[in-house]
């Protein structure tokens, strides 16, 4: 957890710091600088969800079988092909949802 916010040190700081004023600064820049750091990657994670959303959003948006207009029965006839497209999408997808998983690994 060398990445994440430590608290123990802060907390060591702090104890440090009790009757002592001299080292006051440059803890609150680090401590700013923690923050800020933390901030930034949670704020590119969330980023990244959004736009997973976004993907899984657009499988259900278009049907897989659309019904005929003259029968309003299930078109069925082309069945192989748009389950054979659909797969397609959903795994090109899958890479990218893929990939920005990675990318939100990475940072922490």
Not at 60 to 88: A, H, I, Q, V, W
Not at 97 to 107: A, G, K, M, R
Request: charged share 30%.
């Amino acid at each position: 957890m060398g990445n994440v916010l430590d608290l123990s040190a802060i907390m060591a700081l702090a104890n440090c710091l009790v009757g002592d004023v001299t080292g006051i600064w440059e803890y609150i820049k680090e401590t700013r600088d923690m923050v800020h750091n933390l901030h930034s990657r949670l704020q590119s994670s969330k980023e990244n969800v959004e736009q997973i959303q976004k993907v899984m959003a657009m499988w259900s948006k278009t049907p897989l079988f659309e019904r005929s207009e003259r029968t309003l029965l299930l078109n069925l006839s082309d069945r192989d092909d748009r389950t054979k497209k659909r797969y397609e999408d959903i795994a090109s997808h899958g890479s990218k949802i893929h990939e920005l998983l990675e990318v939100s690994i990475s940072i922490y």
